[in-house]
DNA sequence: GTCTATACCAAGATAGAC
DNA sequence: GTCTATCTTGGTATAGAC
């Protein structure tokens, strides 16, 4: 674990980061000290700063990391043929893409407001990205008559915020099986969003 | 505001506990300290403790305050003939009742993780026996053929997620009226559930 | 690149005067 | 019941040796 000297500049890194993903996930950005990290690690407080100009950066790059490897990852799908498939798809591959990162979810969304408010307008800003794909499904879905909404944004708001509502409950091994989960939340977006 | 002297038994606890509920849910619970507390309130710190052993027990009081709240509010609610009517009830009661509480319900689920391990479980216990009630409204319209869902507490958590969702987006004097979004939230919930 | 040591400050909580 | 003053601990961040 602890070491006592030595060169490390490749690992030490994304050690840190890791470290930091997780305590921040478990305990909170502002409960988390820079020390803790630095004991889980295996280093001294003082060599965080060879990674990071200090905590707040910290935060950020996690975050910004994230939301960049979500919107990259779904862009490089490829996109089915109709609105309704475009749909399950995107329930799929957000149940599955958010259940295997617990730690970095939490964090996307409980630690905003610990963001500098330029950082937040960042983050913010991918987020709303990833909306928009949501959104357009449904605008594209409703144009031909594939889905009946009375407002694709809330709509949009409403089956992101039910799909997120698995994160705080499932776990691996429990009662029910992750496809299981993702067709019982298929069914209630689908029936949620047409006559 | 700052004010000297002086004896204020009864009004200093209700108003220390509204500034630590405003901070808390601005700031967050571990970044809020006793002193910011006290200076909103407009007294010298060392006087919180008159009105609460320690700052853990003021987090606590505001989310258990919050829950009894909750739960008494319901229950005093007539209770509709049918399981349909009494989900419409459910719907409007949940985001009325969240809406006019935003820092309450802000701190009741983003702060949990800063309770120490038994106030957690009986704020848990308390959060249980609301959603247990929501549930046997779908139990109850499923044994009568209202409500078509494969598994009832998923549908449970997934309808009471996406009622959440409001909470993060609705404010008053925006495009939409409270009316109209409960509107669409009913729409979206009871398609959800029925076949 | 990491260490030890430390500057500097703010935290939670308590003591005793009024 | 509140004040002032203080104890003790631990926070972020930096300096300089190795």
Redesign the interface.
Same mark, same amino acid.
Do not use: E, F, H, P
């Given at each position: 674990m602890a070491r006592t000297q030595g060169s490390h500049s490749d690992i030490t890194g994304p050690r840190i980061r890791k470290a930091a993903l997780r305590l921040f996930a !478990? !305990?909170?950005y +502002? &409960?988390v000290s820079m020390r803790q990290i630095a004991a889980d690690v295996g280093v001294q407080a003082g060599a965080l700063y060879n990674y990071t100009p200090d905590k707040q950066s910290l935060l950020y790059r996690l975050m910004n990391d994230h939301m960049q490897h979500l919107l990259s990852t779904y862009a490089k799908l490829e996109r089915p043929a109709t609105a309704l498939e475009a749909l399950r798809q995107f329930v799929g591959f957000h149940i599955r893409f958010h259940l295997e990162r617990p730690d970095e979810v939490f964090i996307a969304y $409980?630690e905003l407001? =610990?963001l500098t408010p330029e950082n937040f307008g960042e983050i913010e800003a991918l987020r709303r990205a990833y909306e928009d794909s949501l959104e357009q499904i449904l605008k594209d879905g409703q144009e031909v008559g594939a889905f009946l909404? +009375?407002?694709t944004k809330? &709509?949009t708001? +409403?089956?992101? &915020? $039910?799909l =997120?509502?698995?994160m705080?409950?499932y776990r691996a091994g429990g009662r029910?099986s992750l496809d299981e989960?993702e !067709?019982?939340?298929w069914? $209630?977006?689908r029936?949620?969003?047409?006559a």
């Open positions: !478990q !305990q909170g +502002a &409960a $409980m407001r =610990n909404v +009375a407002d809330m &709509a708001l +409403a089956v992101i &915020a $039910m =997120n509502g698995v705080t409950w029910l989960v !067709q019982v939340y069914d $209630m977006v029936r949620s969003v047409t």
